[in-house]
């Protein structure tokens, strides 16, 4: 297995992550059908994460802002959340490093 497919089973291992931290917020006092909600979204990168298109995972780095900003100021505004605040921010930046480390390895090809 090569550097680029270890790195993109990493990305959709980190994205599965990420949709369960947000359902997570369910313990912070969020309801349910707004967690369910946040989580939607994050469907529509998935398919090409999984199969590796560059373009995918180019504008999934700025898809995954909103998801950033949202854990941040939850963990600097809200108390009672800072722990799945903390959690969700770790495993965004992760999903968003590991989105960028495969642009950065795998060969540009058109598509």
């Known amino acids: 297995m090569n550097l680029d497919s270890q790195v993109r089973h990493l990305t959709v291992w ?4 990420v949709a369960f931290s947000l359902l997570a917020w369910i313990t ?17 990168p998935l398919r090409g994460l999984m199969r590796g298109r560059r373009y995918t995972y180019a504008w999934a780095t ?10 941040l100021t939850e963990l600097l505004v809200n108390r009672q959340a800072r722990w ?10 992760a999903w968003f490093c590991t989105m960028i480390f495969f642009l950065r390895i795998s060969p540009a090809r058109p598509e």
Not at 29 to 34: C, E, N, V
Not at 84 to 92: C, D, E, F
């Open 14 to 17: 980190l994205w599965a992550a």
């Open 62 to 71: 700025l898809f995954a802002v909103p998801y950033l900003v949202f854990s």
């Open 28 to 44: 912070a006092g969020y309801p349910w059908p707004l967690c369910a909600l946040a989580v939607l979204p994050l469907l529509a």
């Open 84 to 93: 799945v605040a903390g959690m969700s921010l770790l495993l965004v930046f």
